[in-house]
Every structure is written in structure tokens, then in C-alpha cells.
């Protein structure tokens, strides 16, 4: 079976700082895979990789095409959807300007159409926000909205950033559940950064843990979740 | 009564040529926070164009919209070759960047078209639409201006590329991450903004004749509209553009006289930036931290 997504020895650097020394790692088709590890590891770094948002050594594969050294909107264009640290909210645009813009690149109107109706009904809180500027929303519905742009895009990857991120934990469970169920609806495949690693364990099925810009464990999260090291570092106990 | 109404009414014939240009610099500074101070020697530039055209025998309206093409043309081409190397540059060196811009297509359209003044034809028959208070040519300048403003209004709310647009100069790290190409489209809004400089100056010049210094006083007034509007306000330079076209207009025939009307700009601006930085409709930028 070859791999959805492929990093070989993946490295990068901000200015002098290499933050990447060498990633590689494979993830499978339909499958979400977590990227673990501590504050500053490289986590939000590598998902940047893969976008073509920093300049980066190494190979990155994507559904059979080496996808490194292109720019970020065409890797876009390929499936590849970012929800990214922050949200990247259009701030001063209405919630369905959001999300219409998630579907820019599609001439597909009537699934356009279907998609729309299928996040708001993932989330009929931006339904009823859908007029709204977007930068009056509250942080759980900003998430929620990033990830339905995301959406929008029909990816076959989507790559999430910290979606946990400053959302009260009933939110987070509700925002996971949905996550769970796009991927066993739509098959969108997803790696997941996080640092709430006992949430994203539970969601995912791989896992790789990521230490100073390298892989040092890899497998099946349940696996994982059972590693005596992961469980004094990642998951507290 | 009578002279404060013609008064009024030619300030809103000359605010609508301000307001386009005003609109033309909001749309660049959306894209990148710089005041394009070669967006008035660009549309004189395209009407000089449209001058060529119509003396070796083009019709009025065949020569005006191509100007208007060429304008979008020029204005795309100046932001890929000369914009865009100095995308990243500091705020200053792409100032000097516009400035330059400024002082060559003076120079150039000097040194091709001679500083002699040359009239300019207006498109308007002779007859008086609304009696002795507007002649034709600024009532048609007015409608031309509302038009070419109801046109833009209904791009940028009403068409996906609009709405790529309008995102790409607000958040062009996930603009990109949608699959908009940022780069193009900033090219887009360089030459929408040439096309409409170009309308504002094809409309100015039968007033103020055409010359290489023609939209020096424009320019000005379009800045204090942009900045009584907000200069990050498409609709407030839009409004501030009739309200400067018609205070300088009523300021100079009834209080300071024609030969000051200028310093009204000055003033504006000045005052403008003192009480109220972010304009009347402008967004006051408080950060969070």
C-alpha cells in the first residue's frame, strides 16, 4: 500500500535556527494520525512543512507526487487543507464568506452547495452566525469555523493545528466527536497536533512523538498509549 | 441661493473624480498598507493614452475603454516587475519606490507629449441636462463616477474573485492556504486601481486641461478624502471624496478664494490625522495583547 503522505528526512529552519532535523514519517489513507510532543518540538513547524509555508530539505510525498519546494496554494489546490495555529479567520468577513472562500478553488457548485449544508449541520452554531463578521465570534465557534473552511475544500488531508487550543473541554469533546465522524463519513484522512495528547490519542489510530525536530517513537495509538514513556511525558500518568 | 447650488453641485462633479481616486489609493493600501503616490501620474499617464487615441481618430467612447484596459494592463505590470521585488522591502524603500514611479511617468509623459497644456474632448453633448446649474460635462462625470462605482461595488461584494480579493489583502497566509493565488491577485487590485485612476483621469481632464502636473492637485484631494473616509474604508474615501469636491469647491468661490483652494486639502489632511487618525468611517485599530 503506498502512502497517503510521505516525509523523508524532512528538515527546516527559521533564519540560523534549524528547528527540523530530519523528519520522516508515513500516514495512511482514511487514517488520523497525532503528532505528540513537547512545547517547541517542531510540531506546528512540520505541518508548515508540509504546506510549503517554510523552505524546507528533504522530500514530502503526497498521494504519489513530491509536493516540497511547491508553493503553499498549489499544494492547496492538490486536497491538502490547513487549519492552522490561530485559526486564520478572515476576520472581517462574514461566516459564509469564510466558508465560501474554503471553496474557492472548486467549480463544482452543487457539491459546493451539499458541503455547505453539511457543516452547518456539523455545526449549526455558524448557521445561525452565518452573516455575521467573523472576527465577532467566540473562539470554540472560530475553531469550528476553521475546520469547516477546511472542509470546504473536499481534502482528501487535513492537517489541524491545535484545534483544542483555548476551547473549554465540552466544546473540545463535541469538536472531536465531529472530527471522528467526518473521517469515518467522508474518508478525509487528518494529522493532528496537539497538545492534549490523551484526547488526540483517543481520536487517532498512529501516532508519532516528535522531539527536537526528529520522530523518536512511532506506532499504533494504542500502542502508544500504553508506552511507559509516553505516559510519564504525554500523559501525565 | 443659486451660486451656492452650482457651487455644490460642480464640488460633487470634481468630488466624484476625487472620490475614484481616492478609492483607487484605498485599494492599494488595503493590499499593502503603502500609499501608492504614483496613482495620480499613472492616470495622467492613461489619459495622455487615451489623447493619442482619440487624435489619430478613435471614436470617444472605443478610445476610452482602452485606456482603461491598458490602464489594468499597465497597473498589473507595474506590480509584478517593479512592486513585487520590493514586496518585503522596508516601509521606506518601497515609498522611494512610489516616488520614483511618480517622477518617471511625469518625466516620461514630458518628455513624449511635451509640457505644452492640450486640451482634452469631453464625451457629453452641448445640452444642459439640469439648466444653468451643471454643465453637461460634469454631469456626466458624475453619472460616469457612480457608474464606474456601482460596478466596483457589485465586483467586490457579489463575485467569487471579488471575495478572493478582499481576502487576499486581509489575510493572505490563509488566503493561500484556500488555494487563492495572493500574488495575482495582488496584481488584480494594482490594475483595477489603474483602470479606475485612469476613468478619474480621463473625466478630470477636459477641467483642468491635460498636462504632465495635472493630477498633482487631484492626488492631494483624493488623499484627504481617503483620509476623511478612512483610508481603510472603500465607502468612506467614496463619501469623502464628494464631501472634499464640494467643501474645496464652496470654500473657494465664497471664503478663501480660488487661488488657496489647495491648502482646504492640506488642512483636511492635517487635521484629519490630529483629531481623528483612523477618519470618520475608518477602523480604529485596537490590539489586543
Redesign the interface.
Known sequence: MTALLQLSELKAAYGATRVLHGIDFAMAERSITALLGANGAGKTTTLRAI?G?VRVEGEVHFAGERIDGR????I??LGI??V?DGR??????TTE?NL???A??RRDRDAVERDLDRVYTYFPRLRERRKQQAGTLSGGEQQMLAVS?ALM?APKLMLLDEPSFGLAPLVVRELFGILRTINAESGVSMLLVEQNAAMALELADHACVIETGRVVLSGAAETLKRDDAVRRSYLGH | MDALLHQVLAGLATGGIYASLALALVMIYQATHLVNFAQGEMAMFTTYIAWSLINAGMPYWAAFFLTVGIAFLLGVLIERVIIRPVEHAPVLAVVVVFIALLLIFNSVTGWIYTYTIKTFPSPFPEQRLFGRYLSPHEAGAIGTTLVVLALLYAFFRFTPLGLALRAAAQNPESSRLVGIRVGWMLALGWGLAAAVGAVAGMMVAPIVYLDPNMMGGVLLYAFAAALVGGIDNPGGAVVGGFAVGVLENVLGAFVIGNELKLSVALVLIIGVLLVKPSGFFGRVHVTRV
Do not use: I, N, S
Not at chain 1, 71 to 74: G, L, N, S
Not at chain 1, 88 to 93: D, R
Open positions: 504546506c509555508m508553493k503553499t496554494e498549489d492547496a489546490r487543507a490547513h492552522p486564520g479567520t478572515f476576520l472581517h468577513l464568506e465560501q472562500l474554503g474557492y478553488t473552511r475544500l
